[in-house]
């Protein structure tokens, strides 16, 4: 390894660390969500100290010329015509020393792993989808010369001089010529490919303000961002409620408010109607996720969520996810109604609910949905 790509390697290594430091302030502050880029993020890492030359205390001298005392600033603008000193008043405090570093998705899912210990994902059932993967497996004697094996090339080579009797082993020197030439090639195979749908669901009922909203926002960033990082084929599906339920894209599911009632229960309902005709539970793996201030219409609706959730789609499902966002407004009542009805400390209840009272409990919330490795 070049000297460059070890240093590169250990300041990479410096930035993991000041990332894995301070996740919970990045989450909590969801300082990430406005730096997302294509599949990497910008990070600020504060006090990381850049390599810098510092002058020697002896008092040799050196070699600068020109007037001036030991300690004058180089800048100094004193005595230059026509130029103006700084203006603002002098100040106390350290300024801003913060660096914006790049970091893929990738890395930031397998810091988030490191630091909250996260189990990997053991993916259930077949797949759907067949992916091709080119590998390298044979040789031959046509092909690009970026493909050129020079190994090969040569052994070719040495046979055809012994064989020829010109190989001199005084001298052994070995030319190829066109005959002599091999060239790496390759062969397509198909492999079946692990498939996961992550199906966001949130109450957007007037209940539900924009700091509720910025809690899912943020948490299903990171959600997604693990999960993406267990999976090499993954769908992200999103369903808004408040009375009645619909399918919409991210950002209207992120930024949409109505003033309705609640029925969660409709919500429910088009999860399990998107299972049932396009991920077939034997060939996928099915995240629910389901985000609300815990305020339902009536115990008979409740009661239908329930039942839908028992009968249909916790079975199908790897685990389904209820984070009830503390509200002003908001009840709390359906996850009482949760706790009461299944019993969350079975093993082998795939029903993971979280309480998030505001950003500071995002990471115990995330710990808690993916903690159980499904």
Same mark, same amino acid.
């Given at each position: 390894m070049s000297?460059?790509?070890?240093?590169?390697?250990?300041?990479?290594?410096?930035?993991?660390?000041?990332?894995?430091?301070?996740?919970?302030?990045?989450?909590s502050n969801g300082e990430l969500m406005g730096k997302q880029g294509g599949k990497a993020v910008?990070?600020?890492?504060?006090?990381?100290?850049?390599?810098?030359?510092?002058?020697?205390?002896?008092?040799?001298?050196?070699?600068?010329?020109?007037?001036?005392?030991p300690g004058d600033s180089l800048g100094s603008n004193q005595g230059q015509p026509g130029e103006e000193p700084g203006q603002g008043e002098a100040g106390q405090n350290d300024g801003e020393k913060a660096l914006e570093v790049e970091v893929s998705i990738d890395e930031l899912a397998e810091i988030l792993g490191e630091a909250l210990a996260l189990p990997?994902?053991?993916?259930?059932?077949?797949?759907?989808?067949?992916?091709?993967?080119?590998?390298?497996t044979s040789i031959r004697s046509v092909g690009p010369d970026s493909l050129k094996h020079f190994k090969r090339t040569y052994k070719q080579a040495?046979?055809? !001089?012994? *064989?020829?009797?010109q190989f001199n082993p005084k001298n052994?020197?070995?030319? @190829?010529?066109? /005959?002599?030439?091999? =060239?790496?090639?390759?062969?397509?195979?198909?492999?079946?490919?692990?498939?996961?749908?992550?199906i966001y669901m949130m109450d957007v009922s007037g209940s539900m303000g924009e700091a509720q909203k910025e809690i899912v926002r943020i948490e299903s960033f990171w959600i997604n961002a693990w999960l993406k990082s267990q999976y090499k084929g993954i769908e992200?599906?999103?369903?808004?409620?408040?009375?009645?339920?619909?399918?919409?894209?991210e950002h209207t599911f992120f930024h949409t408010r109505e003033s309705g009632?609640?029925?969660? !229960?409709? *919500?429910?309902?088009?999860?399990?109607?998107?299972?049932?005709?396009?991920? @077939?539970?034997? /060939?996928?793996?099915? =995240?629910?996720?389901?985000?609300s201030d815990g305020d339902n219409w009536s115990t008979e609706d409740t009661k239908e969520c329930l039942d839908l959730l028992n009968d249909h789609i916790i079975p199908a499902s790897n685990?389904?996810?209820?984070?009830?966002?503390?509200?002003?407004?908001?009840?709390?009542?359906?996850?009482?109604?949760?706790?009461?009805?299944?019993?969350?400390?079975?093993?082998?209840?795939?029903?993971?609910?979280?309480?998030?009272k505001d950003k500071s409990g995002i990471i115990d919330s995330i710990k808690e949905f993916l903690g159980a490795g499904r």
């Open positions: 000297r460059i790509k070890q240093d590169h390697s250990r300041f990479r290594d410096i930035v993991r660390g000041k990332v894995r430091d301070n996740l919970k302030q990045y989450i910008k990070i600020p890492l504060p006090q990381i100290d850049l390599p810098r030359f510092r002058f020697s205390s002896n008092e040799q001298g050196g070699v600068g010329q020109g007037q001036g005392q990997k994902i053991e993916p259930k059932g077949g797949a759907t989808v067949v992916s091709q993967k080119d590998k390298y040495l046979r055809r !001089s012994i *064989a020829m009797g052994p020197v070995v030319l @190829p010529i066109k /005959d002599d030439m091999r =060239y790496r090639s390759w062969s397509t195979s198909e492999q079946p490919q692990s498939n996961a749908v992550v992200t599906r999103y369903i808004i409620h408040d009375a009645s339920a619909k399918e919409v894209d009632g609640t029925m969660i !229960s409709s *919500a429910y309902k088009l999860a399990w109607e998107m299972i049932q005709q396009d991920y @077939p539970p034997s /060939d996928w793996n099915i =995240y629910p996720f389901h985000f685990q389904f996810s209820y984070g009830q966002v503390e509200s002003h407004y908001g009840s709390g009542q359906f996850l009482r109604d949760l706790k009461k009805n299944f019993n969350l400390e079975d093993a082998d209840c795939t029903l993971v609910c979280s309480e998030i």
